[in-house]
Nanobody
Framework: VQLVESGGGLVQPGGSLRLSCAAS????????MAWVRQAPGKGLEWVSR????????YYADSVKGRFTIYENNAQNTLYLQMNSLKPEDTAMYYC?????????????WGQGTQVTVSS
């Protein structure tokens, strides 16, 4: 099982990035997938998740209206489109499979991709 994130980088406030998470080794569309971030010196923060049947998407209040989670099942890839980025969005972003908000745990984690929002 492997989750590989990409798409992070340095962006100015107000800019956009699209994160990708390529999944392999498991049946992608059977899992609740999520994006979770960790800012320097802080704990994990759930950002967004998409239900296993892909019918529902959920967002943390801090990103609602700015971020969009979606999947390409044919390519086994999860995405996070991030617009109107703010300095407080700076963090390592991880994708996770079978993620639980209650316990902040997941069956599978990627290695993370760094997002830095700075002028």
């Amino acid at each position: 099982v492997q989750l590989v994130e990409s798409g992070g980088g340095l962006v100015q406030p107000g800019g956009s990035l699209r994160l990708s998470c390529a999944a392999s080794g498991f049946t992608f569309d059977r899992y609740t997938m999520a994006w979770v971030r960790q800012a320097p010196g802080k704990g994990l923060e759930w950002v967004s998740r998409i239900s296993s049947d892909k019918s529902y998407t959920y967002y943390a209040d801090s990103v609602k209206g700015r971020f969009t989670i979606y999947e390409n099942n044919a390519q086994n890839t999860l995405y996070l489109q991030m617009n109107s980025l703010k300095p407080e969005d700076t963090a390592m972003y991880y994708c996770a499979a079978d993620f639980s908000i209650a316990t902040m745990t997941a069956d599978f984690w990627g290695q993370g991709t760094q997002v830095t929002v700075s002028s």
